[in-house]
Each structure stands twice: as structure tokens, then as C-alpha cells.
T-cell receptor, first 115, second 113 residues
Framework: NAGVTQTPKFRVLKTGQSMTLLCAQD?????MYWYRQDPGMGLRLIHY???????AKGEVPDGYNVSRLKKQNFLLGLESAAPSQTSVYFC??????????????FGPGTRLTVL | AQSVTQLGSHVSVSEGALVLLRCNYS??????LFWYVQYPNQGLQLLLK??????LVKGINGFEAEFKKSETSFHLTKPSAHMSDAAEYFC???????????FGKGTLLTVNP
């Protein structure tokens, strides 16, 4: 099993450009999450999904959109990138959320720089 | 609202010394607690977790953590540090909501030869 994979690994954008980050998992997990990691800030939840066709806002959703058309994929979109969105983005998945203490499995991350 | 506090953004130990990374949480409901490790330029990997039952939890690579409800703590320990333990460690807490996992800001562990 590949687990959780993310595409691309690195990207440099100019302010105002758009892009989509792809997350894929092969563990048949219901829940998927997008986080951003900034120095000294830990991980902050951007958006999450509790199943195919569903999405919901996390702590820091502004400037991002998401879609979950297929159970195994969770896409994160930046419509008009800003320098404040320079960060490392992590996707995660879990079997049934925190029910019974299910842990989240993380992808390797995407390092995004917005100039 | 849940919060997680990790004392010390940077901990430095000598190889062979005890590792102690501190984590305190605030929660109005019984929590699920996790420790994750992040090696440079990689994603987060689960070290161990507490859900219910035994309060001393053993994880991978010789790490363990003890859930102390009275102290709202979940400190991570390892008796003897190895060079390969150098990484950033994150404590996380969940509970009260089925989706939200709250992370601490992380502790960078340096192991000196």
C-alpha cells in the first residue's frame, strides 16, 4: 500500500496564480484532512471531509477550496495565491475520524512558495 | 475549546541520556492523545496513542508516554536517546468532536554525540 500520497512535492507560484494540490489514499478511509504547517505554529486544519461528496471548513479555510469527488482523493485549491499561503501542506486520512481513537495517517507534504 | 501545550520548543540531550518531552492538554471531555514524530522533510508518523485503558502507553522506537488525568499531562519519554531520534515531535489531542485533532506547536529534539 502506498498510504497517503501528495502531488506535487514542491511548487513555486507567483501572487495571483492558481493551483490544485492532490491527495490520494489507498486505505479506504472515510475522513480526509488538509493542514498547513508553519514554523512555530504546529499544524492547523484548513478543510476536512467526512466522506465522498462532503467537505467542511476547519480553522483556517480562507483562500482555499476543496473537493472530494472520489472517496480516495481530496483536492485543495488556491484560486488566487498570496504570499501568506507560503507553507508546507499536509494531507491526512483516518478510518472513521476520532471514533475509538483512530489515528490520522499523513502524506509526505507539499512545499509551496508564493512570490 | 481544546488546547495542547508543549513545554520547550527545543530540547537538546546527549546520546544515551533520558528524553523527556512535555505535553499538557486542556479538555472538558476525556481526551484521545497522540504523539507524532516528523523527520526532516517528511510527513508525520504516529509514535503512540492513548484512547482508553492502561495509562502507560508504549510506542515505536522505545518511546512511551503516561496519561495523567489529574495533571492533564501526556509526557513522552525514552530511557536512552539515539542519534536517530533527532526530529520534531508533536503532541495532539482529540475528543468532543469526531474530526478535530488539536496539535501542539512541536518540540525539536536534538541529540548530541
Amino acid at each position: 500500500n502506498a498510504g497517503v500520497t501528495q502531488t506535487p512535492k514542491f511548487r513555486v507560484l507567483k501572487t495571483g496564480q492558481s493551483m490544485t494540490l492532490l491527495c490520494a489514499q489507498d486505505m479506504n478511509h472515510e475522513y480526509m484532512y488538509w493542514y498547513r504547517q508553519d514554523p512555530g505554529m504546529g499544524l492547523r486544519l484548513i478543510h476536512y471531509s467526512v466522506g465522498e461528496g462532503t467537505t467542511a471548513k476547519g480553522e483556517v479555510p480562507d483562500g482555499y477550496n476543496v473537493s472530494r469527488l472520489k472517496k480516495q482523493n481530496f483536492l485543495l485549491g488556491l484560486e488566487s495565491a498570496a504570499p501568506s499561503q507560503t507553507s508546507v501542506y499536509f494531507c491526512a486520512s483516518s478510518y472513521l475520524g476520532l471514533l475509538m481513537g483512530n489515528e490520522q495517517f499523513f502524506g509526505p507534504g507539499t512545499r509551496l512558495t508564493v512570490l | 475549546a481544546q488546547s495542547v501545550t508543549q513545554l520547550g520548543s527545543h530540547v537538546s540531550v546527549s546520546e544515551g541520556a533520558l528524553v523527556l518531552l512535555r505535553c499538557n492538554y486542556s479538555s472538558s471531555v476525556p481526551p484521545y492523545l497522540f504523539w507524532y514524530v516528523q523527520y526532516p522533510n517528511q510527513g508525520l508518523q504516529l509514535l503512540l496513542k492513548y484512547t482508553t485503558g492502561a495509562t502507560l502507553v508504549k510506542g515505536i522506537n522505545g518511546f512511551e508516554a503516561e496519561f495523567k488525568k489529574s495533571e492533564t499531562s501526556f509526557h513522552l519519554t525514552k530511557p536512552s536517546a539515539h542519534m536517530s531520534d533527532a526530529a520534531e515531535y508533536f503532541c495532539a489531542a482529540g475528543g468532543g468532536s469526531n474530526y478535530k485533532l488539536t496539535f501542539g506547536k512541536g518540540t525539536l529534539l536534538t541529540v548530541n554525540p
